[in-house]
């Protein structure tokens, strides 16, 4: 059912929240079972649909799978089928995250191109890059990739990007590759150091977990485990976010302040006071928005992509000029456009991926799109900064990684309502 959220803004922000468990460290982990013969158990599981794909494809393979209380439980001893159904790649770009996993444990897999999506073209050269260099070989038929080895081997990859799906993949796939494998210039983004952690515990043998050249020797045996995620730090920047934006006093527990690095450099840089310690990160903003002069993306440990489009939101209350430069999607500035619409002042140059957001005094409540998880609830921080009623339709985009989003938002005092799709036609 396609539904939007209600938002009546203007309203300071108080209160305590501990936020859900990482998406993006739970979903590489869920694909990881697959290589253990025997059964995986993950807590603190976010209820969300990017999960439910994930469990879906999962029983696919031949998986038992059951969640309950944010605990997921994975049998995978018996795995009777190779291939990543359409349907769920379609709905879950995450699924190629099978793809090393299931040619680790079975010299086969089966997948379709992912294709383009909202915030850009995303490819997975890397992937099937990488995975060659262990000994894979790819064919296409159609859409269809259909990947096969003898036995995958370890061997050096350097990526000349350090991807996040594309390092977690060739991890994953060399956990029982012959000999060593050594991935340079991988990624090292917290949620990779959670997938070493957890394989490691399954009985891998991964070091330099956390820098971004992995040494994986491979074993031929892994044990059954229990794991428990991370809570998630894209969330825990949001609703920090939404208290820059709202004005008023916030504190998120459940991800440490490390991982939270930049976000909070940059929330400090626009004025706001924090205090963090451990897991428990507290802000107040008392005094006007300032604005940044600069602020780049870039892999971990610089400023996450995924906190860009709700760091514009921000900037679009502050005063002043300030500049983002987008460097890794290209098309994470469409939400720039619906911003525009609640009377943002933001000028794109696409040429050079930046943006130039000129401070204004208000937003003004209307009907945008939730084009995307993270441009979605960037939107919504709009809302609670405008005047008058905003309503961000598509919001599926949204609710596919934080189901709870609008509840979590209003146990801080906030008034925001999920509604149905029909009632604004
Ligand atoms: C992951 C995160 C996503 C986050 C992103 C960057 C998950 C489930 N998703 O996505 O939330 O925004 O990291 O931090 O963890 N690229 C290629 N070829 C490839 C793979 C990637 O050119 O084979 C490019 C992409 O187009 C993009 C850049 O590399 O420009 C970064 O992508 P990548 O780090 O792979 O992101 P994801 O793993 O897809």
């Not at 000999?179 to 070493?196: D, F, H, K, S, Y």
């Not at 428990?280 to 008392?286: S, V």
Request: contains cysteine; charged residues 20%.
């Amino acid at each position: 059912m396609l539904s939007f959220f209600k938002i009546n803004g203007k309203v300071p922000m108080h209160g305590e929240i501990k936020v859900q468990g990482s998406k993006n460290a739970v979903l590489p982990m869920m694909a990881a079972s697959v290589l253990n013969k025997g059964i995986t158990v993950i807590k603190n599981v976010p209820m969300i649909l990017d999960v439910f794909c994930m469990i879906h494809i999962l029983e696919d393979l031949g998986c038992k799978v059951t969640l309950e209380n944010e605990i997921v439980v994975i049998d995978s001893s018996v795995i009777t089928n190779t291939e990543i159904s359409e349907k769920w790649v379609g709905q879950m770009r995450s699924s190629i995250m099978l793809l090393g996993p299931l040619l680790s444990r079975c010299n086969e897999a089966k997948t379709y191109f992912p294709g383009g999506c909202s915030i850009g073209e995303r490819p997975i050269d890397l992937h099937l890059k990488a995975l060659e260099q262990l000994g894979a070989s790819f064919k296409e038929e159609g859409n269809q990739i259909i990947g096969r080895t003898k036995k995958l081997k370890g061997s050096t990859i350097c990526f000349a990007f350090p991807s996040v799906g594309a390092t977690e993949n060739a991890i994953m796939a060399a956990v029982y590759a012959e000999g060593t494998t050594i991935i340079q210039n991988g990624a090292r983004e917290p949620e990779i150091v959670q997938l070493c952690l957890f394989l490691n515990e399954m009985g891998a043998n991964i070091s330099g977990i956390g820098s971004s050249t992995i040494v994986i020797e491979g074993v031929t045996k892994l044990r059954d485990v229990q794991f428990t995620n991370c809570g998630d730090r894209i969330v825990a920047a949001t609703l920090l976010s939404a208290a820059a934006i709202c004005g008023g006093d916030v504190l998120v527990e459940g991800v440490e302040k490390e991982d939270l690095l930049y976000c909070l450099d940059a929330l400090e840089s626009v004025g706001c006071e924090i205090k963090s310690e451990k897991d428990k990160t507290y802000l107040l903003r008392r005094y006007p928005l300032k604005s940044i002069n600069r602020l780049v993306t870039s892999p971990y440990p610089g400023f996450p992509t995924d906190c860009q489009s709700q760091m514009m939101a921000v900037l679009s209350l502050a005063n002043g000029v300030s500049t983002i430069e987008e460097t890794i999607f290209e098309g994470r500035f469409n939400t720039a456009n619906e911003l525009k619409k609640m009377g943002a002042d933001i000028i794109i140059d696409e040429e050079k991926n930046t943006a130039t957001i000129l401070g204004v005094k208000r937003l003004r409540g209307t009907t945008v799109k939730a084009l995307d998880l993270r441009g979605g609830a960037a939107l919504v921080l709009a809302g609670l900064g405008a005047g008058g009623v905003t309503c961000v339709t598509d919001c599926h985009n949204i609710l596919r990684g934080d189901t709870h989003f609008a509840e979590d938002i209003r146990s801080l005092g906030m008034d925001i309502v999920l509604c149905e799709e029909e009632r604004i036609k």
